[in-house]
């Protein structure tokens, strides 16, 4: 069975209000894109891959006037995707939700979010998480802007797996000018997406003491030596995520990162710096599987235009990649 994990850019640009495909040459809201362009690259893309569960990330906006799972369904059925029926979780004020895009033949899925409210140990998503993030013997209070969506899955075959989409909020120091704001800021926003790490790591150690088969999927937006700031700190965000000893989850691309620092690693996504007239490539998409499920022959891959040599080898794809979103497709084939 194939699970992708996909964060496409800005994919709520793509629809009216309705949830209609604005397949026209207006301008996405990526750069020198049409949403005509935008729209028939993701749609090659992800005929290409075929997915039995797509975790997109960026998935379209909910709101008084808009809604995720019509929007994504649309799409389905204007391209003929087999993955068509579409959950989501809580929705956020970012236009940017968490969604799951599946095929209804091959699994039953539904939205089944976990913890209680205000508890002192992995609380609900949708809530607070209260954790002393400056050691100042005060309890902070910390939100996700984009609240992990908790699937409950059954595949045909009876296998029932726990599913966790996470879109970690960005360390960007925006809004700031001076650099001592800069460095403020910087550090503020590394302490909170650490703490976000740190309840997304709790609820997934209940996964695995209740013997859950489990899948965390999405843009942790962080990764082992990715800015200066780790070094304050001790640790990436990835490394709480996937935990240690016998409770670590893994995926082969964050294990590479984290022991080849001098060594070129695995990336997931490519941005534009426009001052330095250049590319940046990060690893930033991950799929971290529990232990139980190494022993049902997962294989990874990460779908880079540049990196991996099928991609490259089809133009068509190669173009569609690009033109899609600057996040790449993190898949992972497993035998559930």
């Known amino acids: 069975m194939r699970f992708v994990s996909y964060n496409i850019e800005w994919f709520d640009a793509l629809f009216d ?134 699937l409950a899955v059954e595949t045909n075959r009876g296998t029932r797996l726990r599913l966790i989409g996470v879109h970690l909020k960005s360390k960007a120091p925006h809004g700031a000018r001076a650099r001592d704001e800069v460095m403020r800021l910087s550090i503020a926003n590394r302490r909170k997406q650490l703490a976000q790490a740190i309840w997304l790591r709790q609820r997934i150690a209940q996964h695995l003491a209740e013997g859950d088969s489990l899948i965390v999927m999405g843009d942790l937006n962080d990764g082992p030596g990715l800015d200066e700031y780790e070094n304050l700190f001790g640790r990436s965000s990835v490394e709480i995520v996937m935990g240690d000893g016998d409770t670590q989850i893994y995926d082969p691309h964050a294990a590479q990162a984290l022991t080849s620092k001098l060594a070129a690693s695995p990336t997931s996504a490519r941005f534009y710096i426009q001052p330095e007239k250049r590319y940046l490539q990060a690893l930033l998409d991950y799929a971290m599987i529990s232990p139980d499920l190494m022993a049902q022959d997962p294989r990874w891959r990460i779908w880079h235009p540049f990196d991996d040599s099928d991609c490259y080898a089809r133009a068509e794809l190669r173009d569609a990649l690009i033109t899609a979103s600057d996040h790449f497709p993190v898949v992972l084939d497993i035998d559930v």
């Open 17 to 150: 209000d309705d949830g209609r495909l604005l397949l026209d040459d207006g301008w996405s809201a990526r750069r020198d894109v049409t949403r005509a362009q935008q729209a028939e690259a993701i749609a090659t893309v992800l005929t290409a891959l075929d997915a039995d569960g797509l975790m997109v990330i960026e998935a379209p906006d909910t709101n008084r006037r808009r809604n995720s799972v019509r929007a994504l369904q649309s799409f389905a059925e204007a391209f003929d995707l087999r993955a068509r029926r579409a959950v989501t979780g809580y929705v956020n004020t970012t236009q940017q939700e968490i969604a799951f895009l599946y095929d209804p033949d091959r699994m039953v899925v539904s939205h089944s979010p976990q913890g209680l409210p205000d508890a002192p140990h992995a609380p609900r998503f949708d809530t607070e998480f209260r954790i002393d993030l400056d050691i100042d013997a005060t309890e902070d209070q910390v939100r996700f802007s984009k609240p992990p969506l908790e």
